[in-house]
Nanobody, 116 residues
Framework: QVQLVESGGGLVQAGGSLRLSCAAS????????IGWYRQAPGKQRELVAA???????NYVDSVKGRFTISRDNAKNTVYLQMNSLKVEDTAVYYC??????????WGQGTQVTVSS
C-alpha cells in the first residue's frame, strides 16, 4: 500500500501562484509515474501533469508554460508549481501514483480556488 498526502491548496487571486505537494509513504518501491489530476464541479477528472521515474514530464495543453511538475526522490514528494493561475484552474487537485505493475493509488485531494 502507498499512502499519499497532498497539501498546498488554497484560495488565490487570478495571476497568483500556488505550490502543491504530494508526499508518498508506505510501499513506495515500484512507483513508476506520479500524476496530478484535477476535477472541477460538473466536469470529468483530467490529467494535468505527470512525471515518470526517469524524470520525463508531460502536461495538458491548458497549463503548459504555467505549471511545472517536479519530484524530490529523497523526500518521496512530488510538487506542482502553478503560476499565472486562472479562474478556470479552480478544481480539486488529486495526486495519483502508478506502480510498475499497474496498481494506482490516489490522494484525498486538495482544493484550489482562483478568484477573479
Amino acid at each position: 500500500q502507498v499512502q499519499l498526502v497532498e497539501s498546498g491548496g488554497g484560495l488565490v487571486q487570478a495571476g497568483g501562484s500556488l505550490r502543491l505537494s504530494c508526499a508518498a509513504s508506505g510501499s513506495i518501491f515500484g512507483i513508476n509515474v506520479i500524476g496530478w489530476y484535477r476535477q472541477a464541479p460538473g466536469k470529468q477528472r483530467e490529467l494535468v501533469a505527470a512525471i515518470t521515474s526517469s524524470g520525463s514530464t508531460n502536461y495538458v495543453d491548458s497549463v503548459k508554460g504555467r505549471f511545472t511538475i517536479s519530484r524530490d526522490n529523497a523526500k518521496n514528494t512530488v510538487y506542482l508549481q502553478m503560476n499565472s493561475l486562472k479562474v478556470e484552474d479552480t478544481a480539486v487537485y488529486y495526486c495519483r501514483v502508478s506502480m510498475t505493475w499497474g496498481t494506482n493509488y490516489w490522494g484525498q485531494g486538495t482544493q484550489v480556488t482562483v478568484s477573479s
